[in-house]
């Protein structure tokens, strides 16, 4: 494993990058300027960039909120989102055609195609559902999974399936860290029910990929792909099931585990035990996405 300071130092070594967003290319406020250039070095060189991402709202929708951040759309090629993938398995029928929302009204996009057309189910109270899909917490600001605890209680009662629109566990905004979707999904399954993934670190999102890969032309052989992220057990976890390299980058999600802050960081002896703990190892390590 080495310790890179810049994305250029491998760059070259690949035709393609899977790149995440929360933690390596934004924090939910703002764009990192000097992952911004990353990724605009990576693709003046002839590669091809994905964003990789486990929100659980479509492509376009991910688009727009990156072109809110300040993410110009010249230095990636697409977005692939944990929402495509999972709605995908929803119009395929795999969760009926009566489902109840768990998340806030921002993710009423899910239930949209791209074109603006409605997915062809209905969303309906917990009672009438043949399915939960979970997209997130009503109101992520204030609340923790435990708010849910009767909800879930009652989905694995009744023996619901749960559609997990977005397998983080936890994101940082700004400098606030709130709970996402795979949060109540974790709950879900803790309580004996059964929970459904379709982002990263599960084979769908990458299906999708490499579909894109393809049909642009890509060879999109293992090892001329790099991933780059900041979560280890979606991110890196996920590289490691594809066989793909991958890049951990240390200031996100894990910087205060891995002593990354500032210019400083990470610390070799607890970023040793925190790859110990995970018992995962990425091909690299890098303080930010730069």
């Not at 791209?114 to 009503?138: H, K, N, Q, W």
Request: hydrophobic share 40%; aromatic share 8%.
């Amino acid at each position: 494993m080495r310790i890179i300071e810049r994305l250029d130092e491998i760059a070259g070594e690949y035709e393609a990058l899977y790149c995440d967003l929360w933690g390596c290319l934004h924090d939910g406020v703002r764009a990192f300027p000097e992952a911004v250039d990353a990724l605009a070095r990576f693709k003046a060189r002839g590669g091809a960039v994905i964003l990789l991402t486990n929100s659980p709202r479509p492509r376009a929708s991910v688009v727009r909120q990156l072109d809110g951040l300040g993410v110009p759309r010249e230095v990636y090629d697409t977005v692939i989102s944990s929402g495509d993938a999972a709605q995908d398995a929803l119009v395929r029928g795999m969760f009926g055609s009566k489902v109840y929302h768990l998340g806030p009204e921002r993710d009423l996009v899910f239930f949209e195609r791209e074109d603006g057309s409605p997915v062809p189910v209905e969303r309906v109270a917990l009672e009438e559902a043949e399915a939960i899909v979970c997209t997130g917490l009503f109101d992520d600001r204030t609340e923790t999974p435990e708010d849910y605890r009767a909800t879930i209680l009652y989905g694995v009662n009744k023996g619901l399936k749960l559609l997990c629109a977005n397998p983080d566990i936890v994101v940082d905004v700004g400098d606030k860290r709130i709970y996402c979707a795979g949060a109540i999904a974790q709950a879900y399954t803790e309580a004996g029910g059964e929970s459904f993934y379709f982002g990263k670190p599960h084979a769908p999102i990458y299906a999708l990929a490499r579909r894109w890969l393809e049909a642009a032309g890509y060879d999109g052989g293992p090892r001329a792909i790099l991933v780059v992220g900041d979560g280890i057990h979606t991110d890196i976890a996920g590289a490691i099931g594809e066989d793909l390299d991958s890049v951990f980058v240390t200031g996100g999600l894990a910087a205060a585990e891995t002593g990354t802050s500032g210019d400083a960081g990470p610390d070799a002896n607890l970023l040793d035990t925190f790859l110990k703990k995970a018992r995962l190892t990425p091909s690299a390590v890098i303080p930010y996405l730069r």
